[in-house]
């Protein structure tokens, strides 16, 4: 085992790069903390804009082969890291519990299955890719997805190797090249994938992995001219600085960004059921982007639905991640913390009430939060938190309903709870959002196109919506008769 090897957990993370099939270490390190309990896990390389470039390079030399292969051998190849994701979901799923605090069960019987899921999703969407020709006066019109290149992806910590699987999937199967830089609070499970990758027979420089600050290395990945694509899922300011570094080379972007979605609680809502859907919201203690923080809950309900939520609220279990009865775990860092807490007594500093909550336990974990009398136009109902942290307001027509809904900057998604069909048709189609959920939460099919609206995202992701953005779609227009007439 090198220098550069930790053991966490058990399982050896190697903590360099992985550029053009090699392993590459920075000259410099940062620091890896668990969550669980602000343990060191170890050092990791800290890669620069010299990193950056080497895995461009390698993945700009590996593409002409890659986007060669056949369509039959990339599924083939992108099954067999599917086989070794489920061969190794123990490694993984206590690897990222101890890296990004989420629940051991949830990755285990969850987020790991869905990992390999992600790989065996785009192999098969990629050999039944197709658009049906059609004939223009006799011509004929061809489609086709050609692979576009090296394609940078980029992703954050509250859901690492889930989110960084649902990019690098269909990148690879599109016939691209990767450069993948996972977020520098939770870097280890992505080095594990590269692993996995090259056992599966992944070429070297097809999948490279670079480690580091996003503020240190990211700028010399986005504005690289060698690079194709940007997918990037992480928060509105760095996708403003991501779109800043590409608009040199107008590389094209899809930006899976914040929310502030809503829950709409109706007066004819089976109310255990929207209690149950509320409570989920504190899952993966608040990191979720697609959360729906914000209640809204019709006047004449709102009293019973807030006694019933605080009830089974209650009933939660907060503390470790790896224990089997634990609901809530950490949150990823004390300084996370810390703005979590800002944003809650600056709430109550200006007249919000703490139905329940309203502080941190210690310095890993925050009590779960709800708070009501707030203003909609207050920094708590506008701005993200990404915490344990849900608002509470009252409407009592169906617009005020959609107009709370809609009054924010952003539109990723939405909850809504009636038994009123005809009312969730009319409500749904005028909520600004990518994703709307009537009675359920979560609910996430990899061909359903998936992406944010305003600041919440541009662009859309998943099924056919993913090779249209990592290929270069080509339209083949051929004249009639076949070839008689032209030589
Ligand atoms: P973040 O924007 O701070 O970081 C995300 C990634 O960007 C990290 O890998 C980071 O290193 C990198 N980065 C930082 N600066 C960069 C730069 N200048 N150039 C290139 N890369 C850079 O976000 P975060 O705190 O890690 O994640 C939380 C955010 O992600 C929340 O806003 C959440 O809503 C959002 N999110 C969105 C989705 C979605 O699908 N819409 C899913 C999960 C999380």
């Not at 889930?162 to 990148?171: E, G, R």
């Not at 996708?239 to 590389?251: D, Q």
């Not at 913390?337 to 309203?358: C, N, P, S, T, Y």
Request: with cysteine; net charge negative.
């Amino acid at each position: 085992m090198s220098e550069h090897t930790l053991t966490v957990a058990g399982v050896a993370v190697d903590t360099r790069h992985w550029i053009g099939g090699r392993r590459v270490a920075s000259a410099e390190t940062f620091t890896d903390v668990s969550p669980i309990d602000g343990s060191v896990i170890g050092e990791i390389s800290r890669g620069t804009a010299l990193e950056a470039a080497a895995a461009v390079a390698a993945a700009k030399a590996a593409f002409p082969a890659w986007a060669a292969t056949s369509r039959a051998e990339r599924a083939r190849i992108l099954h067999a890291v599917a086989d070794g994701v489920e061969k190794r979901i123990e490694d993984l799923s206590i690897v990222e519990t101890t890296d990004n605090g989420a629940l051991l069960r949830s990755h285990r019987r969850g987020v790991m299955p869905r990992v390999a899921h992600n790989f065996r999703f785009f192999a098969d969407w990629l050999l039944k890719l197709e658009h049906e020709d059609f004939e223009t006066r006799g011509h004929t019109n061809h489609v086709s997805w050609d692979p576009a290149g090296p394609s940078v992806l980029i992703t954050p910590w509250n859901a690492p190797l889930m989110l960084a699987t649902w990019k690098v999937a269909p990148a690879l199967a599109a016939g691209n090249t990767v450069v993948l830089k996972p977020a520098e609070w939770s870097p280890l499970t992505a080095s594990l994938l590269a692993d996995i990758a090259a056992e599966a027979g992944l070429p070297a420089g097809v999948l490279n992995v670079v480690q580091g600050y996003g503020s240190e290395i990211g700028d010399a990945l986005t504005s690289h001219p060698d690079v194709r694509r940007i997918s990037f899922t992480g928060s509105v300011p760095t996708a403003r600085r991501i779109a800043e570094s590409a608009a040199g080379n107008l590389t094209p972007l899809s930006l899976e960004l914040g929310g502030k979605s809503p829950l709409l609680v109706f007066a004819d809502a089976d109310l255990d059921l929207a209690v149950d859907l509320a409570v989920e919201q504190y899952d993966n203690a608040g990191q979720v982007c697609l959360a729906a923080t914000r209640f809204l809950v019709e006047e004449s309900v709102a009293e019973e639905f807030t006694r019933r939520f605080v009830e089974k609220a209650a009933t939660l279990t907060q503390g470790d991640p790896r224990h089997e009865t634990t609901d809530i775990g950490p949150n990823i860092h004390p300084r996370q913390l810390e703005k979590i807490d800002a944003f809650v007594q600056r709430a109550l500093a200006a007249g919000a009430r703490a139905v329940i909550g309203g502080h941190r336990k210690d310095t890993q974990y925050y009590a779960p939060t709800l708070l009501t009398d707030v203003a909609q136009d207050s920094e708590i109902v506008q701005e993200e938190v990404f915490g344990p942290v849900l608002t509470l307001q009252t409407f009592s027509t169906e617009e005020e309903a959609v107009r709370l809904a809609n009054d924010t900057r952003f539109g990723l998604a939405a909850t809504l709870a009636t038994a009123d069909a005809e009312r969730a048709e009319r409500v749904t189609a005028q909520l600004v959002a990518g994703t709307v959920w009537v009675n359920c939460f979560f609910v996430r099919d990899l061909q359903a196109p998936f992406g944010g609206s305003r600041h919440s995202g541009v662009g859309r992701e998943g099924g056919t919506w993913s090779f249209d953005f990592y290929c270069d779609v080509k339209n083949t227009v051929t004249a009639p008769n076949g070839w008689k007439n032209h030589g």
